[in-house]
């Protein structure tokens, strides 16, 4: 399976943006799914993570702006982007996983990046 992520550009500070990963099989084998983001200088850090149940998790920073989502009849993951701020400029890599028990772990299959960035 091979993700493909889209949607990334260029928003003002206060904008928004939503992020899509496109799957090309099914993604409901994949128990975990989830957004990470790198900044220029900095590790990747997980942003968002939904569970094939439907659990989610947010990094702290993003809590109240960014709503992840996955629909399994359409093999599409999203991440909508409220409130954007200037820190929120990163690459966006989709991730995918099968048997992760931890919302929070990454899994082995990973979408190319799609740039984000937040202008002030």
């Known amino acids: 399976v091979q993700l493909q992520a889209s949607g990334g550009g260029l928003v003002q500070a206060g904008g928004s943006l939503s992020l899509s990963c496109a799957a090309s099989?099914?993604?409901?084998?994949?128990?975990?799914m989830g957004w990470y983001r790198q900044a220029p200088g900095k590790q990747r850090e997980l942003v968002a993570a939904?569970?094939?149940?439907?659990?989610?998790y947010y990094e702290d920073s993003v809590k109240g702006r960014f709503t992840i989502s996955r629909d399994n009849a359409k093999n599409v993951m999203s991440l909508q982007m409220n409130s954007l701020k200037p820190e929120d400029t990163a690459v966006y890599y989709c991730?995918?996983?099968?048997?992760?028990?931890?919302?929070?772990?990454?899994?082995?299959?990973w979408g190319q990046g799609t740039l984000v960035t937040v202008s002030s």
């Open positions: 099989g099914s993604i409901s084998r994949f128990s975990v």
């Open positions: 991730n995918a996983g099968t048997g992760i028990l931890s919302i929070r772990t990454a899994g082995n299959y």
């Open positions: 939904i569970s094939r149940g439907g659990s989610t």
